[in-house]
């Protein structure tokens, strides 16, 4: 579906918007599932010690500061403030910028890395050539999106949930947040580059499902907006199913749940 300008940049403000109030739940919760596919994002990105990086969508510094660890010169690039705070806290060098205006020179970057950011851009071919400006020819660029939601339970098991409850979606018209699980519309995406590359990423994460519930509610964007939206009693019953369905697929000893995660991972080298 195509949209308007207008459209898409109220729907980039929408999210602007929604990662300042989502920061620090972010951080403190729906970070620790992002953190199972860094080795395989910096490893596309060949990003080792010496390294020129940039991580656009760098958020809490999770990215930043794994490349950090290799020896990488590293500069965080989000655009919600309170995520650059949070980024800066941990010692990452991090700048409030759109992905579309990076504050960096032409061709000085080896590596651009980001995480789980193209579903949230209004306009992300805007976005990748922006990433490719930045870039010295041969450098190389790697990105994560989430997998469709039955190859990421982790994420995708909210769906049938909230739907099941007739909550209405209030996120406004933009992008299809599935769109780049799809690998041809990633390839699309980088028509152009060399040594273009899609591979799947698997892991798990172990959590208490009443409180993974409440960390997506408070954390993620697209989700929460929706839950927003419930009142007390009509939270705690979708709460309660969740909690039913994820233990009755995932549950493992003592109440808990291993949730199977999944991402799509892009890479592609710049045009020499």
Do not use: K
Not at 2 to 15: M, N
Not at 145 to 165: E, I, K, M, Q, R
Not at 237 to 255: I, K, L
């Amino acid at each position: 579906m195509r949209h308007t300008d207008v459209e898409l940049d109220a729907f980039g403000e929408w999210e602007r918007a929604a990662w300042e109030q989502r920061a620090a739940p972010y951080a403190a919760s729906i970070g620790d599932l992002t953190r199972g596919s860094v080795p395989a994002l910096l490893d596309a990105a060949r990003v080792a010690d010496g390294s020129r990086v940039l991580d656009v969508g760098t958020g809490p510094g999770f990215v930043a500061l794994a490349a950090a660890a290799r020896g990488a010169v590293v500069i965080g690039i989000d655009q919600s403030a309170a995520m650059v705070e949070i980024a800066r806290a941990a010692g990452v060098d991090a700048v409030a910028a759109s992905a579309t205006q990076l504050p960096v020179p032409s061709g000085s970057c080896d590596a651009v890395v980001a995480g789980y950011l193209l579903n949230h851009l209004a306009r992300p071919e805007a976005a990748v050539a922006e990433f490719g400006r930045v870039l010295v020819p041969g450098g190389r660029l790697a990105m994560t999106v989430w997998d469709t939601p039955d190859a990421n339970p982790a994420l995708g098991l909210f769906g049938p949930v909230v739907a099941a409850l007739g909550m209405r979606d209030v996120v406004p018209p933009g992008p299809d947040a599935q769109r780049f699980a799809d690998e041809a519309q990633v390839r699309a995406l980088l028509d152009g580059w060399e040594d273009v590359a899609v591979e799947h990423v698997r892991w798990s994460v172990e959590v208490d499902p009443g409180a993974w519930f409440d960390a997506v509610a408070d954390a993620t964007p697209r989700t929460g907006a929706v839950l927003a939206q419930a009142g007390p009693e009509q939270r705690a019953r979708a709460r309660e199913r969740y909690v039913e369905v994820a233990r009755a697929s995932y549950g493992v000893e003592g109440g808990r749940i291993e949730l199977p995660a999944g991402a799509v991972l892009a890479s592609a080298t710049r045009v020499r």
